[in-house]
């Protein structure tokens, strides 16, 4: 996998100098899951965020019983999720799994973090990213959580 050629490809990233791209790079590898698969549980342990490359990832609270539980959405391409470790948290808020067959690029947090700190306009345009990233879910959320009001009322 090119993961230089990848980071370079995607709008996040176009900010980074050549020898960040070299860096990141040194720090990212490629997962895939197979549909079904989980890719992290709510409460585990972060280091990595990801970027999905292809398939489709669901992210969901689990409920008490086996097969239960509450859809955050579906991700798709070029979306970032688990971004958690990059805003201090050390535990992912939700699990995540392949809705499809999935390639993922997996990030290590803190040399990611590092590499902003130093290129700090980078770092504002990937921070802008994750901000628009979650105002599209909690949009997506506030639609979800509208049907099932509307729902209990009928």
């Given at each position: 996998?090119?993961?230089?050629?990848?980071?370079?490809?995607?709008e996040l990233f176009t900010l980074l100098t050549p020898e960040e791209v070299v860096r990141l790079s040194n720090v990212s590898s490629e997962k895939r899951f197979r549909k079904g698969e989980v890719?992290?549980?709510?409460?585990?342990?972060t280091s990595h965020f990801f970027v999905v490359l292809s398939g489709d990832v669901r992210l969901a609270l689990p409920?008490?019983?086996e097969g239960?539980?509450?859809s955050l959405g579906k991700l798709a391409k070029g979306e970032l999720f688990g971004l958690s470790p990059v805003?201090?948290?050390e535990r992912y808020t939700a699990t995540a799994s392949a809705e499809t067959d999935v390639v993922l690029l997996a990030i290590e947090v803190e040399p990611f973090q590092a590499l902003l700190r130093a290129n700090p306009v980078a770092g504002s345009a990937f921070h802008g990213a994750m901000v628009r990233a979650?105002?599209?879910?909690?949009?997506?959320?506030?639609?979800?959580?509208?049907?099932?009001?509307?729902?209990?009322?009928?």
């Open positions: 996998m090119d993961v230089k050629g990848i980071l370079t490809g995607h890719i992290y549980r709510k409460d585990t342990l409920g008490a019983a239960t539980g509450f805003l201090g948290f979650y105002y599209a879910r909690y949009l997506r959320l506030l639609k979800a959580l509208q049907g099932i009001v509307e729902n209990l009322g009928a």
